[in-house]
């Protein structure tokens, strides 16, 4: 079957689904074919914190109104080690704050909304392939309910994820990708607990970096640093929370268990795509770049690509081709500076090696830590950073 749209948008992850909104807003025709169910995109439990910016381009669509209601805005975060807890207040500091809200809700939000618009989303399609992307005719061809499609528009949109097959046709030679392993991964377990914090608290501890995030009033979200090949099965729920509770601790505080309600280890790696456009195919979200979590950058990155092509396509169609040509440029340009900033509390915060020289490595991670937290400098910067930079051209 033939299907005519304007803009064909592959993968029904926080980008893509935003990505429709933002061109809808415009009356730009698209199409967003998904390969899995959505009750298995609802179910994935991802990221959790959103930049100041990041709000913005939601409300500026109105679909703000639940992130508004459930949505917990934070002042600023702890950062915690050898022992004590160093509050790092981003209002105060620079005048900005960050919600907690999380990825599912905000897909969910973006789900309902297309849901009231009855927009055209293809979920459970498979065989997705796009054709055609060195002509100014593509199309992606996919399978869904046992028929085949092929949508035909001006461009196709890569917000297919990590593993998604968009970056994959593009030719070798035409882009280069910057990876990155780390030699740790994050055990993360949702429990039903209330927080025993007001804010999120990062922490690093000889046995390894330790973080309490939440989703709720009612609902905790911690993470554990493991090792990168460590296997769930491998951590019960007392080991767990022994594990938190030692990493985690401070004097005069308490740690509240609950019953946990999902647990899994998420490898971490940082990864850049050389160029987020060829020809009729543009990247964004996790198909160009990956970041690891610490900075809870993921989701945001994904937020500010799909503004800044948004916007580009909106020109586009107005007339002015020029934002769109520029738009991998400016993407990458914010997303190195993302690069950087995960990468530094990354290595910040997590423990790596054993004796002598883990040991060094962790005392210079305490002069850097005192030395962030003694420094006005330094707390506006990390403040900046973590709040979000600017989104250029929207
Ligand atoms: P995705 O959310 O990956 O969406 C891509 C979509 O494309 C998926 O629905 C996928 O099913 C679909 N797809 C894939 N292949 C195809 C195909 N061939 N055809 C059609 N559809 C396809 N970030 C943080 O900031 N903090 C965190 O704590 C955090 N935790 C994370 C935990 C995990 C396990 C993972 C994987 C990521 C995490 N991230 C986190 C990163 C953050 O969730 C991502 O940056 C964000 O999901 C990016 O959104 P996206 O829409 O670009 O990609
Ligand atoms: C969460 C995840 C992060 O990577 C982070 O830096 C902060 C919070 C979360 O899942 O809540």
Redesign the pocket.
């Known amino acids: 079957m033939k299907i005519r749209t304007t803009v064909a948008i592959v993968g029904a992850g926080p980008a893509g689904l935003l990505l429709g909104h933002l061109l809808a807003a415009s009356g730009i025709d698209f199409v967003i074919i998904e390969a899995r169910s959505r009750e298995y995109i609802l179910s994935r439990i991802r ?3 959103l930049e100041e910016s990041s709000v913005d381009v939601l409300a500026s669509l109105g679909l703000d109104g639940r992130l508004r209601e459930h949505g917990l805005v934070h002042d600023g975060i702890y950062l915690q080690y050898e022992g004590a807890r160093h509050h790092v207040d981003f209002s105060e500091l620079i005048g900005r704050t960050v919600t ?1 809200y999380g990825q599912q809700q905000v897909v969910n939000d973006l789900m309902l909304a297309h849901d009231e618009a009855g927009s055209a989303v293809y979920f459970e399609s498979s065989d997705v392939l796009p054709q055609g992307i060195e002509t100014p005719r593509p199309s992606v061809d996919f399978v869904h309910g046992g028929r085949s499609y092929s949508v035909d528009a001006d461009f196709v949109i890569g917000a297919d994820g990590f593993h998604g097959v968009c970056r994959s046709i593009i030719p070798s030679g035409a882009i280069t990708s910057y990876q990155r392993e780390y030699p740790f991964a994050w055990l993360g377990i949702l429990a039903d607990v209330p927080p025993s914090t007001d804010e ?1 608290i990062y922490a690093l501890h000889p046995e390894g970096f330790a ?1 309490h ?1 939440m989703r709720s009033p009612a609902v905790s ?1 911690l993470y554990l640093q493991v090792e990168p090949d460590d296997d769930i099965a491998n951590w019960s729920d007392e080991r767990i929370w022994e594990g938190l509770h030692e990493r985690l601790g401070v004097a005069g505080w308490t740690l509240r268990e609950g019953e946990i309600t999902e647990k899994s280890i998420t490898p971490m790696r940082s990864f850049v795509a050389s160029t987020l456009n060829h020809g009729a195919l543009f990247l964004v979200g996790d198909a160009g770049h990956i970041v690891p ?4 950058k993921g989701l945001n990155a994904a937020i500010s690509d799909v503004a800044m092509l948004g916007a580009a396509l909106s020109s586009y169609y107005a007339g002015d081709a020029g934002p769109l040509a520029g738009y991998s440029e400016r993407a990458l340009s914010r997303q190195w500076k993302t690069q950087y900033f995960s990468r530094w509390m990354t290595e910040m915060l997590h423990t790596t090696g054993t004796g002598a020289e883990a040991q060094s490595r962790y005392r210079g991670q305490v002069g850097q830590l005192d030395y962030v937290t003694g420094s006005r400098f330094a707390l506006q910067a990390l403040a900046e950073q973590y709040t979000g930079l600017p989104i250029e051209g929207i």
């Open positions: 990221a959790g914190v907690v999120l973080m995030s979200r979590p610490t900075g809870a």
